[in-house]
């Protein structure tokens, strides 16, 4: 066993490697999950008539396909059709996420879509954030979403964050607002500590239509489409685990009051 081909492959991209038992992702034992429909195992039905409906079917989110592979706890903080602004002004108080009983180890957030749509090109910069009082931020996506990574941070502050990127479909209206959506988690991931981009636009499968075939019902992911994106998204996390092992050598204390002082805290 040559433990430099595992930890030290400079060569490695996220997810060359695709995990069968969550990998490291495992060292996590309560997760979060912040997103929309496609966080939620939504499935898209249609009626003879032509109407259609959409039903949020946790049990098959990508957090819970995670929760399974790994034997860990996940939590869905998520809703089909979910923005940022919602979650922020009423979704997340209404539904107690802002709970301490609700602290995890980890959050996974994954959100945009709708955002997008909400606010096309005008996403915002990173000076819409107030570091220090979130009740300042700018109402614009980045202001919300550096809201959602604020609060939680006050509830866990060395919880470790994941951002996903929007995978990329192919060209359209929305290719530049989605590039641009990118750019912007990478900034979140400098300006606040332990926090990591999982780059779905850049190194998952574009989700052309080949891809739609197999993994989508309609216009949201099928069974084996949340399936897979569990698979891709504990991939990229142990990825990103065996690539800063540093920063991960104290997880177990998390949400304990307890530390090493000779370790990266």
């Given amino acids: 066993m040559n433990l430099d081909d595992i930890f030290n492959?400079?060569?490695?991209?996220p997810l060359d490697n695709i995990v069968t038992d969550g990998g490291y992702c495992g060292i996590f034992r309560t997760i979060g999950c912040i997103g929309d429909s496609l966080s939620s195992g939504e499935m898209e039905s249609l009626k003879e008539d032509g109407s259609k409906g959409y039903h949020d079917y946790f049990e098959?989110?990508?957090?819970?396909?995670?929760a399974r592979d790994v034997g860990c706890e996940v939590l869905n903080f998520s809703r089909g059709g979910m923005s940022v602004k919602e979650y922020c002004e009423s979704f997340a108080e209404a539904n107690n996420f802002?709970?301490?009983?609700?602290?995890?180890?980890?959050?996974i957030i994954a959100l945009g879509v709708n955002d997008i749509s909400a606010y096309g090109k005008e996403l915002g910069s990173l000076s819409d954030i107030d570091k220090k009082d979130w009740k300042n931020n700018k109402k614009t996506f980045v202001g919300y979403y550096a809201e959602i990574i604020q609060r939680l941070k006050e509830i866990q502050p060395k919880a470790r964050f994941f951002l996903m990127t929007i995978p990329y479909e192919g060209k359209n209206d929305r290719t530049e607002a989605e590039d641009l959506h990118r750019e912007l988690m990478?900034?979140?991931a400098e300006m606040f500590d332990y926090t990591y981009v999982l780059d779905f636009r850049k190194y998952a499968p574009a989700y052309d239509e080949n891809f739609k075939k197999k993994f989508y019902l309609g216009g949201h992911l099928n069974a084996a489409g949340?399936?897979?994106?569990?698979?891709?998204?504990e991939s990229y996390i142990d990825y990103i685990i065996r690539h800063n092992m540093e920063d991960f050598a104290q997880v177990a204390f998390i949400g304990t009051p307890f530390h090493n002082c000779e370790a990266k805290w």
């Avoid at 492959?9 to 991209?13: I, L, M, S, T, V």
């Fill in 60 to 66: 098959y989110s990508w957090g819970q396909f995670i």
């Fill in 186 to 188: 990478y900034d979140l």
């Fill in 98 to 107: 802002w709970s301490p009983k609700k602290e995890c180890q980890a959050y």
């Fill in 9 to 13: 492959n400079e060569n490695e991209k």
């Fill in 226 to 233: 949340y399936r897979l994106t569990a698979k891709m998204t």
